[in-house]
């Protein structure tokens, strides 16, 4: 039984980050989602700089009623997954359950798909093809990528003086420690061992939706009411 808590968050999405897709419980997705949640982007603009199928973006279907066009579904085909979008604020997101973020595995091979220096770019990327599950964050004012595993601080482990100006990373680490989703700083201090994989997942998407004031309607999701959008797999 999935007990709903009031006060949930995003937790739910790391508490079932690894419970099997198949056979789906639901119309939409509830296993296996990785988040990618962009400020300061246009938000149509931002699916197209992932590659999105221009047709997905300007004609919004729901997720639950979306079918790939036919080109798309035959035998040598591209490969595109279909992702769930939406908004919350000013901050746009993307919902994959096909083992990563899109836009984590997009951003090594398409430069439009790397956050601008006036964007924020936080990404819950699950790698379930490739472990581990990662963090990544790009704060505004820079430009580059900071990463790190489930259960790291962003600057935990890194050498020299980070670029930082604004302190967002370190913001940003402090939220995950709160929310007890950095191993070191747990208290009262537990081994790594001891934490099952709910416990470690929770807290990393818990973190990121209160820090960053981002809210993804649950029902939703699982009943598959929010847009699709057809991705290319990089």
């Not at 099997?20 to 296996?32: I, T």
């Not at 300007?58 to 036919?70: I, K, T």
């Not at 709910?198 to 993804?216: L, M, Q, Y």
Request: glycine residues 8%; aromatic residues 8%.
């Amino acid at each position: 039984m999935d007990e709903r808590r009031p006060d949930d968050g995003l937790a739910w999405m790391g508490r079932h980050a690894f419970t099997p897709r198949l056979p789906k419980p639901v119309p939409g997705m509830r296993a296996g989602i990785s988040l990618t949640a962009i400020r300061g982007a246009d938000p149509a603009g931002f699916l197209l700089r992932l590659r999105a199928l221009r047709e997905s973006v300007e004609q919004p279907v729901a997720y639950r009623d979306f079918r790939l066009p036919e080109p798309l579904r035959g035998f040598g085909s591209p490969l595109h997954e279909v992702a769930m979008h939406g908004t919350c604020g000013e901050w746009t997101f993307v919902l994959d359950d096909h083992g990563a973020a899109t836009w984590f595995l997009a951003q090594f091979d398409v430069p439009e798909a790397l956050p601008r220096r006036d964007e924020e770019l936080v990404c819950l990327t699950l790698n379930r093809h490739d472990s581990p599950c990662l963090i990544a964050y790009s704060p505004p004012g820079i430009d580059g990528v900071y990463t790190a595993e489930f259960g790291e601080g962003l600057l935990e482990f890194r050498h020299g003086t980070p670029e930082d100006p604004a302190g967002a990373v370190a913001a940003f680490d402090e939220a995950l420690a709160r929310a007890g989703a950095v191993h070191s700083r747990l208290d009262p201090a537990r081994s790594w061992r001891d934490v099952v994989p709910a416990e470690r997942n929770a807290p990393v998407f818990r973190a990121v939706g209160d820090h960053f004031g981002i809210t993804v309607d649950r029902d939703q999701v699982e009943q598959g009411l929010l847009p699709a959008v057809a991705l290319p797999l990089p």
